[in-house]
């Protein structure tokens, strides 16, 4: 058989493989072009023209009617409507607790509004009806007010600088043993979570008050707050500073001008802004009485640099109609039950 008869046979080489690189992005696949959609007949249909819209009615009736679906209902979390306030604010202008507490209580479901379970936010009217759950009221009753004096060398708040908190004083071994509310016994949780309602100076000593609560709280340092702050203060007279000449440190009363303590009870400003009428008068020839219904930082320190005093010793004896009394240094009582600011 000839070459040019013989079957040919077709050889199969094994192809090798293409290495893929896992990282490598993968391309999108190529499709072959196809023929063009077709339009349906809905589509290649003209559209009829759109009929005008209705004229609008610009009527100071169609206005208010307008405006009224804008207007968010009570109990809503739109925008505050006129005349509305938030929930927590409302129930803090009541009396009722803080706003932190109010929060509290709304997210576990203890407040009602107009008989309606109340959610985070909502704004209401001031004559709505605002309920809260006796769950609520005996988590209060179970929150306490701590009377301290406070010594030298205590924050009234968080640590700071190395010097600690007022706070840690506050155990069962320093109560005071002639604590009239002896019907209140002291547990761990009593030393938990209490915050100063008024700052005391490291370097003043006397009444602080700490609590849970936040009705005492906002009692004391609200924004309208007018609960009076007595306080003794032991001073010298320093018109060139306290390290400067003429330091007078007895009988400062009869060399201080009198027309500079008309300046102290009023007349004087802080940061900018007028300080409050306070009562200022003398105790003793080194010592004054401060009466303040506000309480800014080191304020009693800063009126006196002004009029040429320097503080050498602070005390607060008072505050309301809680007063110090014989409560030891380092020593705290429970704010009794009948007590009140």
Known sequence: MSEENKPRTLSLKPVPKRRVDPLAPRRPPVRPPGPARAKSVSESAPKAPRPPLPHRDE??????????VRTPAPGSSNAQAPGMVRLNKRMADLGLCSRREADEWIAR???LVNGEPAQMGWPVPHDARVEV???AHHQQNARVTIVLNKPMGYVSGQPEDGHESAAVLVQGDRRWREDP???????????????PAGRLDIDSI?????TQDGRVARTLIGEDSDVEKEYLVRVQWAPNGPQGEGVVGENVQAVFPHERLALLRHGLSLDGQALKPAQVD???????????TEGKKRQIRRMCEQVGLHVVGLKRIRIGRVVLGNLPVGQWRYLGANERF
């Open 109 to 111: 479901g203890w407040v």
């Open 133 to 135: 759950l006796p769950q």
């Open 282 to 292: 003398w105790q003793n020839p080194e010592q004054l009485r401060f009466v303040l």
């Open 181 to 195: 509310n002896r019907s209140r016994h002291y547990a761990p949780e009593h030393s938990r979570g209490l915050a």
């Open 59 to 68: 009527s100071p009736r169609a206005f208010e009617t307008r405006a009224a």
């Open 206 to 210: 006397g009444l602080l008050v700490l």
